[in-house]
């Protein structure tokens, strides 16, 4: 194993100080280190942060290998500063029995590049029927906790009643795409003004917020753990705001994508800009950003969705929904948060650890922690070039744009995944 000396690295905006990476582990902390065997990384001006988790990626495999794949997707989230992704269930044939589950849980190793962490189907083929074998994913090697339809809504209230018990006995999680189907039938942006204008089928945003009323009553009947993907407005933030008052067990997150970009991208119609829920307007981005910052969303989850090109670069109606977000997602929470490294941290970090029960993730850098960290340069600004991507697919919403922030290293229990801003392989 290699050990790793970072000398002048700020921790969580701290005073610089060297950190000694050894045999797995951040070995010591404090400036002036010595270490002879170690490989020095020159860190005046970074950021040292527990390395990024995400509770949303989707990695394509198997079933479309030509959008992502378990070793790209896990090498994007690497150069993007993330040591864990949880691994949505949408793919082809659907994680929602025991051998496709493993079947990516041991990509993920095999890759070697972040920890991969399968989340399972709740319902047969995604099919919002029958309960999947929610008993057997939770019990084999993947060690599922964590269950979700995500791209579709588990809208049957019997069905989702259902899961929410069946996890509660491993004190397990139902993660909902929260999208009422009978609202949003043919839906290609959100229903506002400019879809008026555009003439465009609207997703309105009570499709989503009567799924998320619905679901924290159901949580709070069978008293079960929620989790609520990609929140997208502000009435669902004042839906959350009240059932965490009442003390209902419901975590949140927001994309980097719905804290940034409004619906009159669509006026483009460039379809890189066609995502499920879609982007809302300047009113709900506000109400997301302060929901943030007060926690009443506990995280930032990018809901990296790969795409080929040819589901993308064609009409509108026609494109599918999802745009890229890993290698991106650091330097959003830079632009919308500042430097505010600790909620940074919580929201990107420890809080999406804690919820997906990750317990190697989501440590500040201290003695004997698991060396899972990456390293920022703040002070960088970059211009996103969608062919730079270490991702299969393309389809970033953010190319040409400058956004602040870089990723220069990742370390993965104490080795290197990323140096001097490229993947280490
Ligand atoms: N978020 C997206 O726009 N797309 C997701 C699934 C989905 O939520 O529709 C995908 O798998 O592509």
């Known amino acids: 194993m290699n050990s790793y000396l970072i000398r002048n690295v700020s921790v969580l905006g701290a005073a610089p100080t060297d950190l000694l990476l050894r045999d797995g582990v951040v070995a010591e902390v404090g400036p002036g280190l010595s270490a002879p065997e170690a490989t020095v990384v020159d860190a005046d001006g970074l950021v040292a942060l527990p390395g990024l988790v995400d509770l949303h990626t989707h990695l394509r495999e198997p ?161 079960s753990r929620l989790h609520v993907c990609h929140v997208s407005t502000a009435g669902s933030v004042e839906v959350l705001r009240q059932a965490k008052a009442r003390g209902v067990r419901v975590t949140a997150e927001v994309t980097p994508h719905h804290l940034l970009l409004t619906d009159v991208r669509a006026e483009t119609y460039d379809p890189v800009f066609k995502v499920n829920p879609p982007l809302r307007t300047a009113t709900d981005i506000t109400a997301l950003r302060a929901a943030l910052a007060d926690g009443v969303i506990d995280i930032i989850a990018t809901d990296h969705a790969p795409h080929a090109v040819e589901d993308k670069e064609c009409e509108w109606a026609y494109a599918r929904p999802g745009m890229l977000g890993l290698e991106t997602a650091l330097s959003i929470a830079l632009d919308v948060l500042g430097p505010q490294w600790d909620l940074i941290a919580e929201r990107m970090s420890r809080a999406p650890a804690r919820i997906a029960g990750l317990t190697e993730h989501g440590h500040d850098p201290a003695p004997g922690v698991p060396a899972n960290l990456t390293l920022v340069d703040p002070a960088v600004r970059r211009v996103i070039d969608p062919a730079e991507s270490a991702s299969r697919s393309r389809n970033t919403p953010y190319a040409r744009m400058t956004l602040p922030g870089r990723i220069v290293a990742t370390f993965l229990r104490g080795e290197a995944t990323v140096l001097d801003g490229k993947a280490v392989r």
């Open 63 to 223: 079933g479309r290998e030509d959008a992502e794949t378990v070793e790209t997707g896990s090498r994007a989230a690497a150069m993007g500063g993330y040591t864990a992704v949880c691994a949505m269930a949408n793919t082809s044939p659907v994680a929602d029995t025991a051998g496709v589950v493993e079947q990516v849980w041991r990509l993920g190793r095999e890759a070697g590049l972040v920890d991969v962490q399968p989340i399972g189907a709740v319902t047969v083929g995604l099919a919002g029927e029958r309960l999947a074998e929610l008993g057997a994913m939770a019990d084999s090697a993947a060690r599922v906790r964590i269950f979700s339809d995500d791209g579709h809504c588990v809208a049957d209230p019997r069905l989702m009643r259902r899961a929410l018990e069946y996890v509660k006995a491993f004190d397990g999680i139902i993660a909902q795409h929260a999208e009422e189907p009978r609202l949003t039938e043919g839906a290609q942006m959100h229903e506002g003004e400019v879809s008026t204008r555009l003439g465009l089928t609207g997703w309105p945003a009570v499709a989503e917020e009567a799924i998320i009323a619905r679901d924290v009553l159901l949580a709070e009947h069978v008293g």
